[in-house]
């Protein structure tokens, strides 16, 4: 008996030993929570390496990308935006029942349908799955978020029917199903169901780019919406144009390549005094346009394709032609704004027609950059940065502010940075683990490139050059002022920069989806079809064009191949890697280069013969890069250069693949019709012509390269890629991808006409 009771004690000992082992492991993580996390860990590949250090995600250190409420320890956020994430969205997310942010935004490797189970969040604010790579229908139980005031779906493959379901959304901002494959009408409410139109507090609808069909159904323009930007560009709608005469607050509108009836110029063109944007692209247009229609300078029209821009009358020109630039004010009318009852120390608040107690004080903004943007982007930038350190609603802030100079233009031994952040060489140890080995992303002559999670949640790349690569001060100072002081869509950005300690170090805008030898070579798993190729070498040429013709002073890349141009979140090509590069302006003063620099089989023979360095050494090159896009090979193979293998076996005669079947890509060989691929061969072949004087500028490269596209009929699979108007279009632009997810998205904009952060609208304006 006594045995007996010895060995029930014991028992009870291990059971109570067991029981708080659990406790410990999850000694903060509510254990529901803690449970759903692990199984999506598992499920997941490359999640973030804290998640494999810990078992408990709301404890010290913590799980990146995981926020808890401190008081109860249950996840309230997941944010793992530009992870790098593969698998599923499956498991018991619903069980997460306090979160208010989901964000796995551009994370390509997430596939499969959307869980059902997403709808049983019911605190959930922001929903956030754009630029992955799910597919199947839009859940219907997701109508059960009532709560939800931002949904982001964009850039998937979704398809079916938009759920009218959604249409209970009673508190959502933002509406964003752009991208997908999404087919059938836009759903308006019934009796028996919700629709579309019920979502009144609304500001922004973005549908472009689906296979919606039908009619736009009149109730989405009723008095009660208060949308202030719709995108529709790019379906299959059908009908006569929506009247639009009741939305006095709408700014932006893009009904651009439907299939609408032919029809004469609405009456509402001249009635919407605060519209700013308005895009009929191919929109069927005929007869007269209202006169007052331009007579508002505020607004920018795009009428191109349209039959009235036929009869080419002078007063229709600028509105018809590709390139226009008109620029757009900052302030809103308060001409719609009837704020009588404000007293004496408020003003009227135009973005949302309230009284305010304004706070008037001095603000001191440093930065070369600012003089050269317009006030209208400056005043945003404050606005959107004010609003998101405060966490508060969107039109809360409004700006006044007149400017004046410091006079203060120092030329002292600071480099002069038009964009670019310095940092401590302590900040960057913390955001790369020390520099971790498991946070190399590539290495090269100059040294490793990190992947560094920066503390306000954006993700960068560090490149820090090793021992005997190094650079003198002078010539680290000239390349920091060289790589911020250019700004474009398809040029890598510069964040920031360190030199500390002895070391040198360059932070830049990360690309998840590496480079164009990664996805040629299938170590990245991207696809690159045809089309894709055509619109990565477009993308690439501007911004090679832009270096060459647009910045000032003009710069010569000297070291263009694959590896040196990246794809961004939407496979946008971007040229990287400026640390050869020259001005213009001292390669023409300077007969002579001291240093050939650059990479084999890419270097333009002229100028390693003569070290004579022009922009059509560049342009050989680049013509290197499009034999890579046609063929996937290196340019050398076994010592074999590919632009000598393509002389000797190029056959004009064959009139389809022009002799070069053997050398195509094969994953691209066998689709039916490589269109353009003659004449993308045929510039391709002026680039690599022996001499310059043969070779096209970039731009006309760029050119040939649009016609293409455009003749052609090819439509982008992609999302963003500029045209040659676009060239100078992104000077100062300086909102990249990997802003704090919460930055980016608590705080909505309502007269801002395109995403921040990284959800950009990729239809071209």
């Not at 700014?251 to 029809?263: A, Q």
């Not at 009318?333 to 404000?342: I, K, M, P, R, V």
Request: net charge negative; charged share 20%.
């Amino acid at each position: 008996m006594c045995w007996k009771s010895i060995g029930m004690k014991l028992q009870l000992l291990f059971l109570a030993f067991f029981l708080s082992g659990i406790h410990f492991i999850y000694s903060f993580t509510d254990p529901h929570d803690a449970t759903v996390l692990l199984t999506l860990k598992d499920a997941w590949k490359n999640t973030p390496p804290s998640w494999e250090h810990s078992l408990d995600p709301c404890g010290l250190p913590g799980w990146e990308g995981v926020t808890c409420n401190n008081s109860t320890y249950r996840v309230t956020a997941l944010k793992l935006s530009t992870m790098g994430l593969e698998g599923k969205l499956e498991g018991d997310i619903g069980e997460l029942t306090e979160l208010t942010t989901l964000d796995l935004s551009f994370n390509r490797g997430l596939k499969g349908s959307l869980s059902p189970q997403l709808g049983k969040l019911q605190n959930l604010t922001f929903l956030i799955l754009a630029g992955c790579s799910f597919n199947g229908d839009i859940p219907y139980e997701l109508g059960n978020l009532s709560n939800l005031v931002f949904l982001a779906l964009n850039t998937n493959n979704l398809t079916g029917k938009i759920p009218p379901s959604l249409g209970s959304f009673s508190k959502l901002l933002w509406l964003d199903l752009a991208e997908n494959m999404l087919t059938g009408s836009l759903p308006i409410s019934t009796s028996k169901t919700p629709g579309l139109d019920l979502l009144s507090e609304a500001r922004h609808f973005h549908f472009n780019k689906n296979k919606l069909s039908g009619p736009i159904p009149a109730k989405l323009f009723s008095s009660n919406m208060n949308l202030r930007h719709m995108n529709l560009a790019l379906n299959q709608l059908t009908g006569t144009l929506p009247d639009l005469t009741q939305m006095m607050k709408l700014n932006y509108l893009d009904l651009s390549n439907n299939s609408f009836k032919p029809s004469e110029a609405p009456t509402w063109f001249s009635s919407l005094s605060t519209l700013t944007t308005l895009v009929m692209e191919n929109g069927s247009l005929q007869g007269s346009i209202p006169h007052e229609l331009f007579s508002f300078p505020q607004l920018e029209e795009v009428l191109r394709g349209n039959p009235v821009c036929n009869d080419h009358t002078s007063s229709l020109d600028a509105y018809c032609q590709e390139n226009q630039q008109t620029p757009k004010p900052y302030y809103p009318s308060l001409a719609n704004c009837e704020c009588t009852s404000c007293l004496l120390d408020q003003d009227c608040n135009p973005w949302n027609c309230e009284c305010v107690y304004p706070y008037k004080g001095t603000l001191s903004v440093g930065g070369s950059l600012l003089s050269e943007l317009p006030n209208a982007t400056v005043l945003k930038l404050l606005e959107n940065s004010l609003s998101m350190s405060q966490s508060l609603l969107p039109g809360s802030i409004y700006i006044q502010a007149s400017w004046k100079s410091s006079g203060n233009d120092s030329s002292g031994e600071a480099p002069q940075l038009k964009d670019a952040r310095r940092f401590s060489y302590v900040e960057l140890r913390k955001c790369t683990n020390n520099f971790a080995e498991r946070n190399v992303i590539g290495s090269g002559a100059y040294g490793k490139v990190y992947r560094g999670l920066l503390s306000n949640g954006q993700v960068v790349a560090i490149k820090r050059a090793q021992q005997g690569s190094m650079q003198s001060l002078l010539e680290f100072k000239t390349e920091i002022e060289l790589l911020s002081r250019v700004h474009h869509k398809n040029l890598v950005g510069l964040v920031g920069f360190c030199f500390e300690q002895g070391k040198q170090i360059l932070i830049y805008e990360f690309m998840p989806n590496g480079t164009i030898r990664d996805s040629l070579s299938g170590k990245s798993g991207i696809y690159l079809d045809w089309n894709r190729r055509l619109y990565i070498a477009l993308g690439s040429a501007t911004g090679l064009a832009y270096l060459h013709e647009h910045a000032n002073p003009p710069i010569i890349h000297r070291d263009v191949k694959s590896t040196n141009i990246l794809l961004d979140e939407n496979l946008t090509a971007k040229v990287a890697d400026f640390g050869l590069s020259k001005l213009v302006s001292d390669a023409l003063t300077s007969n002579v280069s001291t240093q050939v620099k650059g990479t084999m089989g890419y270097l333009d023979p002229e100028y390693y013969q003569t070290q004579q360095l022009t922009e059509k050494s560049d342009v050989y090159s680049f013509g290197v890069f499009m034999l890579e896009l046609l063929t996937s090979k290196r340019p050398i193979v076994k010592g074999k250069y590919i632009v000598h293998r393509v002389r000797t076996t190029m056959n004009k005669d064959e009139e389809v693949h022009y002799g070069l079947w053997d050398m195509i890509d094969l994953s691209i060989r066998d689709t039916k019709n490589l269109i353009g691929f003659g004449k993308f061969l045929e510039i391709t072949m002026q680039c690599i012509e022996d001499s310059p004087e043969d070779r096209p500028t970039m731009s006309e490269v760029v050119k040939a390269l649009e016609t293409i596209l455009q003749n052609d009929g090819v439509v982008s699979s992609t999302s963003t890629l500029s045209p040659t108007s676009d060239l100078g279009a992104s000077r100062g632009a300086f909102n990249h991808p990997y802003n704090d997810p919460k930055h980016k998205m608590d705080v909505i904009s309502i007269d801002t006409f395109g995403y921040s952060g990284a959800y950009t609208i990729s239809t071209r304006v």
